[in-house]
């Protein structure tokens, strides 16, 4: 915990008890307040995460007005402070009553010093929790609206959406499977001067070639057995809209040619038609496969690439878009939780952990998934570690120890290497190795040493 995060206020006019109090709290940062009017300066100048309060204060030590009255100034400055307040013996309404004005939570007079710690403790751990969760509200603000992530990489990519989605270049989203591909599209799209036409997707892996051409180009009445009726195809569907070509690494050879006339005359014809149909669409394309090794291995044409790579965003593996996973995870959780009605407030601290150090090789989709589920089945405001049964969404590969090793070796020099820059004997020192074994480590798991290594 930082040195702000331990600050307590404590607002008591009895000097003994307060003196009490000092040497119960002596391991925290106490500043000590005898009035409402002191209490409201040093919250102005120490910014305390938690304030214990006395409801009796001056002048109405006797009664609970300046009591309340502080609560509620308190709350007003800082609406984020934990204030725990101190009732009078068996006074339970004013206690209810102190809950109601926005304090978080009270102990009644004579003072069980345990249990307050124990309350006081409990204050401060959900203070910073909150402070976490704001601030990472905040990260991901910085980016495009439904996208979350506050890495400098998509960061990076969302900037180029912005820039680039105004104009009518056709895009090509680069990135693994779950990175988000689609997401980015329909980002472009909406912030086109095409959002209000439509947004057609079309998945050229997901449909056989024979029917990839009638689906693309429509096809006239007649043209062949089963054409009962004149049908578009999803390019004029598309028309004054935007049109994904996802998984465009699969699209056919056969009718890559077609396609390639379609971007350089923009007019499509359907199969058994004799008609050239304008159509005005913007293209958004996107694949996991490397273009450059298919165009080589003579499965993708060149000219074709040339046409649907006008500008290029690589969305990179959720594995290295560092702290993306955490912010991602809470923001699916609150929409899970929220989607099924539960209670549930957040991760443990092991959960997390075990998140982050997680390969996530289905990316964003797979991690998605895994809290969704984790949500359904919590049992606590919380979700723990075994409720995001690693083992079973990553379909077993878990088991695997040689690659569970590998992976968390892999992470663990990653980690090293971030934290202690290009200081090589330093990350030997961090993992517990000599440096020719790092040396060795590096090369095996094939990680770049720093360019200003020692
Ligand atoms: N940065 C992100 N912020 C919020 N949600 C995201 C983000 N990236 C991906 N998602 C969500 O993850 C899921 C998968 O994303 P999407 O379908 O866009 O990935 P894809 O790269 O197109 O996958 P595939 O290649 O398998 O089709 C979707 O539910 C999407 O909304």
Same mark, same amino acid.
């Given at each position: @915990? ?31 307040? &005898? ?33 309340? =009255? ?23 309404? $004013?206690?209810?009553?102190?809950? &109601? ?14 249990? /307050? ?13 909150? =402070? ?21 990489? @998509? ?31 329909? #980002? ?14 079309? $998945? ?7 029917? +990839? !051409?009638?689906?693309? %180009? ?7 057995? &089963? =054409? ?16 994904? +070509? ?7 050879? #056969? /009718? ?19 008609? /050239? ?19 080589? =291995? *003579? ?14 965003? /690589? ?16 923001? %699916? ?12 407030? &957040?991760?443990?601290?092991?959960? +997390? ?49 040689? !690659? ?16 202690? *820059?290009? $200081? ?31």
């Amino acid at each position: @915990m930082s040195e702000w995060q331990r600050r307590l206020l404590i607002v008591e006019d009895d000097v003994g008890l307060q003196r009490q109090l000092r040497w119960s709290f002596e391991d925290y940062d106490v500043v000590m307040a &005898g009035d409402r009017a002191a209490a409201l300066s040093l919250l102005r100048s120490h910014e305390p995460a938690v304030v214990l309060q006395d409801l009796g204060l001056p002048p109405d030590a006797a009664g609970t007005t300046e009591g309340f =009255a502080t609560i509620t100034d308190i709350l007003q400055q800082a609406p984020h402070t934990k204030i725990i307040v101190v009732t009078g013996n068996g006074d339970r309404d $004013n206690a209810v009553k102190s809950i &109601g004005c926005g304090a978080y939570d009270f102990c009644s007079k004579p003072l069980d010093l345990d249990v /307050l710690r124990l309350i006081v403790d409990r204050a401060f751990r959900v203070y910073e929790l909150e =402070a976490e969760n704001r601030q990472l509200k905040s990260q991901s603000a910085a980016t495009l609206d439904g996208i979350i992530g506050s890495s400098e990489v @998509m960061r990076a990519a969302c900037r180029l959406v912005e820039k680039v989605s105004p104009s009518n270049a056709t895009v090509l989203l680069l990135g693994e499977t779950g990175t988000g591909k689609e997401l980015f599209a329909r #980002a472009v799209h909406r912030l086109s001067k095409r959002r209000d036409g439509p947004f057609v997707a079309i $998945n050229c892996a997901a449909i056989p070639e024979p029917l +990839l !051409e009638a689906e693309l %180009f429509g096809y006239e009445k007649g043209a062949y057995t &089963g =054409a009962h009726k004149q049908t578009k195809g999803k390019i004029e569907l598309a028309a004054d809209g935007s049109l994904l +070509l996802d998984e465009i690494g699969d699209m056919p050879v #056969a /009718l890559q040619a077609k396609l390639l006339r379609f971007f350089q005359q923009r007019v499509v014809e359907r199969i058994g038609g004799r008609e /050239l149909i304008p159509v005005d669409v913007r293209v958004i394309c996107a694949t996991h496969q490397d273009l450059h090794a298919l165009i080589r =291995a *003579g499965r993708f044409r060149e000219d074709l690439f040339y046409r649907v790579s006008e500008v290029s965003i /690589l969305l990179p593996p959720l594995r290295d878009r560092v702290g993306d996973v955490a912010l991602l995870a809470r923001y %699916f959780l609150e929409q899970a939780a929220s989607r099924h009605g539960r209670n549930i407030h &957040g991760f443990t601290p092991k959960a +997390l952990k075990a998140i982050e150090a997680y390969p996530w090789r289905g990316n964003v989709r797979e991690l998605e998934n895994a809290v969704n589920s984790a949500v359904i089945m919590a049992e606590g405001k919380q979700i723990g570690v075994e409720e995001l049964h690693f083992g079973a969404i990553s379909g077993g590969d878990a088991l695997n120890l040689h !690659e569970v090793r590998a992976v968390a070796e892999k992470r663990a020099i990653e980690r090293a290497l971030s934290q202690a *820059g290009g $200081n090589l004997t330093r990350v030997a020192d961090l993992l517990g190795v000599s440096r020719p074994t790092l040396y060795d480590l590096l090369d095996k798991y094939d990680l770049k040493k720093p360019a200003h290594a020692d």
